[in-house]
């Protein structure tokens, strides 16, 4: 199955998850870019707790590689946008290295 075939089968599924904008006041201290990636790599060094979660957003019939943290309680995503809005996420239940496969083929086209 490939990972488009994968990622329909998910969405009908509903296999997905809503995800909030963590707080302002914690985006600050992080001073996080426009790369998922990296703010949660970075944000994982002070909040030794948390955890990486890997996926896609999905925004209409389009899907985009993104990454959030698991709090523990919730999972938050640290990579600022405009407005307050939350998000649609289709997480990955493989590997890191797994996933980075993927978005690698997904990158090569």
């Known amino acids: 199955m490939g990972l488009d075939d994968?990622?329909?089968e998910q969405i009908s599924a509903q296999n997905w998850r809503r995800i909030r904008l963590a707080r302002r006041e914690a985006l600050a201290v992080l001073v996080p870019g426009p790369d998922?990636?990296?703010n949660v790599a970075r944000w994982l060094k002070t909040?030794?707790?948390h955890t990486a979660v890997r996926g896609w957003l999905i925004h209409l019939d389009a899907f985009r590689g993104h990454s959030?943290?698991?709090a523990g309680v919730e999972w938050l995503d640290?990579?600022?946008r405009v407005g307050r809005?939350?998000?649609d996420f289709l997480w990955w239940p493989g590997t890191d290295a797994a996933y980075w496969r993927l978005a690698q083929e997904v990158a090569r086209g």
């Open 6 to 8: 994968w990622l329909a």
């Open 36 to 38: 998922a990636h990296d």
């Open 47 to 49: 909040h030794p707790g």
């Open 68 to 70: 959030v943290v698991d």
């Open 78 to 80: 640290v990579t600022p």
């Open 85 to 87: 809005y939350d998000l």
